[in-house]
């Protein structure tokens, strides 16, 4: 089956120090993001890219830092400078590059609750 | 700015009834609206899609409705399960720039 896998599903840290979740898809979409979920509040673009070894930041991108070295991977590292890391992460692709592509839904995996203490 | 705001915050129904969850949007210029479904501690899956130009789809239970005039969109659940309970998040998409806005998401509570 295709899909989006994310690892782990929880990640404990402590303050301090980086963490990088996983992120893979074998839909060979060309598209991926990641966003944040925190409790009551809608999805938060932190970065996403829509190509091989190129990104662009989101809404959020301060204290975070990606790669897309593969078409399948888009791993995202949660660093020290970010002030409130503990959150529900989203990682998502998408068949076409545009956003607001009508045939192409964004594709979620089941996120990673990372916390931080 | 382009908001998207959901209502209600959060709805308990019994099972068996219908519901009709409300998605109003500032969001310009409009390229289309999805309406998600996100089970507890899982992604969001897409129900369905709407651009300015239709009015109505449907999908199995799930009716999702788009006044593009008064920009305003609902989701209806008839005769809910179990299986409805989750949260149900409507995106805008627009055309410049090419992002998203989400919503806050209405946490649907279906009882026995």
């Known amino acids: 089956d295709g899909g989006i896998t994310q690892s782990p599903k929880y990640l404990f840290r402590k303050e301090g120090q980086n963490v990088t979740l996983s992120c893979e898809q074998n839909?060979?979409?060309?598209?991926m993001y990641w966003y944040r979920q925190d409790p009551g509040q809608g999805l938060r673009l932190i970065y996403y890219?829509?190509?091989?070894?190129?990104?662009q930041k989101g809404d959020i991108a301060e204290g975070y830092s990606v790669s897309r070295e593969k078409k399948e991977s888009f791993p995202l590292t949660v660093t020290s400078a970010q002030k409130n890391p503990t959150a529900f992460y989203l990682c998502?692709?998408?068949?076409?590059?545009?956003?607001?592509?009508?045939?192409?839904?964004?594709?979620f995996g089941n996120g990673t609750r990372l916390t931080v203490t | 700015k382009n908001q998207v705001e959901q209502s209600p915050q959060s709805l308990i129904i019994l099972e068996g009834k219908n519901c009709t969850l409300q998605c109003n949007y500032t969001v310009s210029p409009f390229s289309n609206l999805r309406w998600y479904k996100q089970d507890t501690g899982r992604g969001p899956v897409s129900l369905t899609i709407?651009?300015?130009?239709?009015n109505t789809k449907s999908n199995g239970r799930y009716t999702a409705t788009l006044d593009a005039d008064t920009k305003q969109s609902s989701l209806h659940i008839t005769a809910s399960q179990l299986s409805d309970s989750a949260s149900y998040i409507c995106?805008?998409?627009?055309?410049?720039?090419?992002?998203?806005?989400f919503g806050d998401g209405t946490t649907l509570t279906v009882k026995p």
């Open positions: 890219s829509q190509i091989v070894n190129d990104f």
């Open positions: 998502a692709s998408r068949k076409n590059r545009e956003h607001s592509s009508y045939n192409s839904p964004l594709h």
């Open positions: 709407m651009t300015f130009s239709e």
């Open positions: 995106v805008v998409s627009y055309t410049n720039a090419g992002k998203s806005t």
């Open positions: 839909l060979n979409h060309d598209a």
